[in-house]
């Protein structure tokens, strides 16, 4: 642990000294690199128990400086050790989170620049280039001309999905409360699948509707999981012999569970009828619809009001990174602007600007376009294809490998490079499945070699093995089948020998 003796007077006279900030930046440069280098090394998963830190760390801040060699030895020894590596080839639980060099960069530049764009004004690039990125990116999903700028929509660069249901769900809100009353807040009605995200659900409570009015329409291994448009067409129907009014559907293409994909087409179809806003949720599998043969995956989206990915699960965007589109920019403006007169401006009096505060929850924002920028111009939309077809084609093995063995069973058919798994409850030798597959699970895990995680659907526990780490090759995905494959071997024998 560093002491006073640490202290570096030159750094301390200048938080932002040019050559320090230069021999300092190339030192982190040099340990990431080292990092992504060694990355194999370490347990995937962070093997520390709760409260490891506490021990290892003062309790109290230090008053004197400290060097950055000294806090970068506290980093190898105490905070590696609770890192669970996201990076790693051998990481295949949630989504992965796909960062590159020029992610990276892009992240670097804008934490550099540190701008606070918040409007156009307070750095006109930082809005400019925002606007030109969302147009080039939905220009190459194919979206509707509606959804751009060039066609009177626009998309806008959040953080998270989270944030981005919770802006298009209040000015769904808003939109309808200004046809029917603001005071007849409780009866809209906000729909999803029992797939979809939680996020719905939170951004309905935080935005102030009835806590019954949130529909998770059922779903079925029947039709992999996918909301059926005759589901919500009842759904709605009962709703409306009730005196509510339908609001909000969320169609999510690309589910966290399964990577279910609800019939955008269809959906919107029934939806439509009800003037609610329809929201596509496409938050993993919107990334891979720049590759010609997977943009069917979100067909119709034309007739809905919005549309986001998370350009930080697969699009080698470092967190965080979500792109949201809307065909009326008006609607978040309307609920989500404020116009405080310290931040008045020609520039925006005239209408001729984008004030990116008001399509959000946020004032202050990140300069996240540098690093789509990046993205796309260091690799180019040809290798970003490849990259994201690498990965389906690997998940394609791994799951011609799960087939071969007999024990297992795949549970849904596979959707792009998620393979959802599982023993079959027949070789449980009359134990628990879900049990057995738990087991299964968490000794993968615990050994660090691999790191997989779970969804529990319809009752079942499944295994996921989700293929999208940036450094995953074939050859982690054979390895992570046969230590799939042996930590069975180990179980199924012990629960023979027990049952
Ligand atoms: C990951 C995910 C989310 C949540 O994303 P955040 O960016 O963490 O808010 C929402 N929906 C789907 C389908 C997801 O896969």
């Known amino acids: 642990m560093g002491s006073n003796n640490d202290y570096n007077s030159f750094s301390m006279n200048n938080p932002l000294d040019p050559e320090e900030f230069k021999r300092q930046g190339y030192m982190i440069v040099d340990f990431l690199a080292d990092y992504y280098h060694n990355i194999e090394n370490y347990s995937v998963l962070s093997q520390v128990d709760p409260g490891y830190l506490q021990k290892n760390l003062p309790s109290y801040a230090p008053f004197g400086s400290e060097s950055i060699e000294i806090i970068l030895q506290d980093i190898k020894r105490h905070i590696i050790p609770g890192i669970t590596h996201w990076q790693s080839p051998n990481f295949f639980a949630f989504f992965p989170s796909s960062g590159s060099t020029a992610g990276f960069m892009g992240e670097m530049l804008s934490t550099g620049l540190n701008t606070v764009g ?10 400019e280039l925002e606007t030109m990125v969302m147009d080039w990116l939905g220009q190459e999903l194919r979206l509707p001309k509606e959804f751009l700028f060039t066609g009177h929509g626009g998309g806008v660069m959040l953080g998270t999905t989270c944030e981005a249901i919770l802006a298009t769900l209040v000015a769904a809100r808003d939109r309808m409360l200004n ?3 603001r005071d007849n807040i409780g009866k809209l009605v906000v729909y999803g699948s029992d797939q979809t995200h939680c996020a719905v659900q939170k951004a309905a409570h935080i935005a102030g509707f009835d806590p019954n009015n949130f529909r998770a329409i059922k779903t079925s291994r029947s039709s992999s999981f996918s909301l059926l448009p005759q589901s919500l067409l009842k759904t709605i129907q009962k ?96 609920s989500l602007s404020t116009n405080p007169s310290y931040l008045h401006n020609n520039a925006s009096e005239s209408k001729q600007v984008v004030d990116y505060k008001d399509w959000q929850i946020t004032l202050s924002r990140r300069f996240r376009a540098l690093k789509v920028w990046l993205v796309l111009r260091s690799y180019g939309i040809s290798n970003l294809r490849n990259f994201l077809r690498s990965h389906v084609e690997m998940a394609k093995s791994f799951e011609e490998l799960v087939k071969l063995d007999k024990r297992f069973e795949i549970v849904v058919p596979r959707n792009l490079a998620m393979v959802c798994f599982r023993v079959i409850p027949s070789v449980a030798h009359g134990g628990d499945a879900n049990e057995i597959n738990r087991k299964l699970l968490d000794s993968m895990n615990e050994s660090g070699r691999v790191y997989m995680s779970h969804a529990m659907v319809d009752g079942m526990f499944i295994i996921r093995c989700a293929i999208g780490a940036t450094l995953t090759q074939q050859e982690h995905v054979i390895i992570a089948w046969k230590i799939v494959q042996e930590h069975a071997n180990t179980i199924l024998n012990k629960t023979a020998i027990s049952a």
């Open 118 to 127: 918040f409007n156009w004004l307070s750095s006109p690039a930082a809005t």
């Open 179 to 181: 046809l029917i009353g």
């Open 239 to 334: 709703d409306l012999h009730s005196g509510l009014v339908p609001c909000y559907l969320c169609a999510t293409v690309g589910t966290t569970s399964t990577t279910a994909i609800d019939p955008v087409g269809a959906l919107c179809h029934v939806a439509k009828n009800y003037g609610m806003w329809i929201h596509v949720d496409a938050a993993y599998a919107g990334s891979a619809c720049i590759c010609p043969e997977f943009r069917h995956l979100i067909d119709g989206v034309e007739d809905a009001d919005s549309f986001s990915l998370n350009a930080h699960k697969w699009f080698l965007t470092n967190l965080d990174c979500c792109c949201l589109w809307v065909k009326d920019p008006n609607s978040l403006i309307k």
